[in-house]
């Protein structure tokens, strides 16, 4: 199963926190929380202008019960895709622990939208509405992206 993703986070060089996730099954199921234990406080200016006001809940107050969700709702087989996805991916296995603290089915990696594109030509992905760095808006932007360009007859021009 395709699960398209997308997570906001707080970064500071070291450290990657998590503030939300969005996930998009190929099926079309949704799940979006927030994470009510990371520390807004530590959050740039940037992310409390572009990011904080798009959190609207709802959260999970624990990494357990988040991780816990998230295998339900992925599955034993998810394919995971993500755009520009190192920090979404490190983030994501974060919620286990380490990356050797994934569910044993499920890959260790995840594949990158922006490489696929770069390695075709560049197609150019549709324009998101208003609605940017939100988590579930993000995801559903990338399954949409995904689904018309690999059902497209030729991806458009760069």
């Known amino acids: 199963m395709k699960i398209f993703f997308d997570t906001e986070f707080i970064e500071d060089g070291r450290t990657i926190e998590l503030l939300s996730i969005g996930m998009v099954r190929e099926d079309g199921l949704e799940f979006y929380s927030e994470a009510m234990w990371t520390d807004r406080s530590r959050a740039s200016d940037w992310v409390r202008e572009n990011v904080i006001p798009n959190l609207t809940g709802p959260g999970h107050w624990t990494r357990e ?16 895709w993500a755009y520009y996805a190192d ?12 990356m050797m603290d994934l569910p044993g089915s499920w890959p260790m990696y995840c594949r990158d939208f922006k490489q696929w594109l770069d390695d075709n030509g560049n197609p150019r992905m549709s324009e998101q509405g208003s609605m940017h760095h939100n ?15 690999m059902n497209a007859d030729a991806p458009p021009s760069p």
């Open 65 to 80: 019960k988040m991780a816990t969700d998230i295998i339900s709702f992925a599955g034993l087989n998810p394919e995971f």
């Open 87 to 98: 920090y979404d991916w490190v983030v994501l296995c974060q919620l286990f622990g380490t």
């Open 135 to 149: 988590a579930i808006a993000d995801a559903r932007h990338l399954k949409e992206n995904f689904d018309a360009l």
